[in-house]
């Protein structure tokens, strides 16, 4: 584990109910706390009350919901936390359950809840510290799904970036690459619907941004293959309609070179992030 990585202590606080109890400390144990670069030498050797106090030291935080492939530690996502790390941000990933090392399975309400509880973990440590909600690809589908469900609890989330999203499953589904060369098939398309519909599985971000009031910040690749760009601005545009603040939108576009999951590799990407939540947190 690097010097200034910690995974999350489970103890504060479970709620009463052994089976909720279970849950919610096989979701803080599974909690990557990542502290920003500037702060990597004080880090060495220390335990994870540490760490939690970390969280009060003023420099903003980013709690990281990953796609559908792999878990929290795939490459390319750890390129992502060094890059955030490097810009001066802590950032807390999880796997959620069913993925990584987290037991249960996955399921979008289960999905949501996971979110829900690191982001209210985290709120509940951070003092007046903004916490930024980061989703990318399925994990935009959980964080706009988490926001809906604490702008309802009179919470507002402080910021929500999406990297990379789609309208909804359905939309997301239908333009996957492979799933393309099996539309023709008849039945193909039905079969799909009804797995959705049976497993209830919508992640209806589309509908989501509908009720958010948070800053929100959209960034998509122009040759993202895999969740195509249409996507990301089609997002934008009900979300731009839907917000009575309209400056809280914004949408930025990378170019040809960084796909679907290499926008990190991106020079703007940090200057982007952080010149957006400045503005929106001043």
């Known amino acids: 584990m690097d010097s200034q990585d ?3 202590d489970a103890a504060p606080g479970p709620p009463a109910c ?25 880090a060495k050797g220390k335990d994870c009350c540490w760490y939690e106090a970390a969280l009060h030291d003023g420099n903003p935080i980013i709690v990281y919901l990953h796609g559908s492939a792999e878990h929290r ?9 060094k890059v955030l790390s490097d810009g001066g ?9 069913g993925f990584g090392d987290s037991t249960g399975k996955p399921t979008e309400e289960g999905l949501t809840a996971d979110a829900i509880c690191v982001y209210e973990w985290t709120k509940a440590r951070c003092g007046a510290t903004p916490v930024c909600l980061w989703g990318h690809s399925l994990g935009t589908g959980v964080a706009t799904n988490a926001a809906k469900v604490l702008e309802e609890k009179g919470c507002p989330v402080d910021a929500i970036v999406l990297e990379a ?10 333009n996957y690459p492979l799933l393309k060369i099996y539309q023709k098939l008849p039945g193909c398309v039905q079969v799909l619907m009804d797995a ?10 589309d509908e989501n941004v509908k009720f958010l009031s948070s800053p929100l910040l959209i960034l998509h690749g122009e040759d993202d293959r895999t969740v195509p760009l249409e996507c990301g601005k089609k997002l934008y545009e009900i979300a731009l309609d839907a917000y009575r603040h309209k400056e809280r939108v914004k949408m930025v576009i990378f170019p040809p070179g960084f796909h679907h999951n290499f926008l990190y ?3 703007i990407l940090l200057k982007t992030v952080r010149d957006f939540l400045s503005e929106q947190w001043a």
């Open 18 to 42: 052994d089976f909720v109890a279970t849950w919610w400390n096989m979701v803080l144990r599974n909690l990557r706390h990542t502290v920003p670069s500037c702060r990597g030498e004080d």
């Open 6 to 8: 910690c995974e999350a």
């Open 73 to 81: 530690a795939a490459p390319h996502r750890l390129e992502l936390v």
């Open 89 to 97: 941000f802590h950032v807390l990933s999880v796997d959620y359950r």
């Open 165 to 174: 999203p789609f309208t909804n499953i359905w939309d997301a589904s239908i």
């Open 265 to 267: 590799k991106s020079p």
């Open 196 to 205: 959705l519909r049976k497993d209830r599985i919508v992640f209806p971000s």
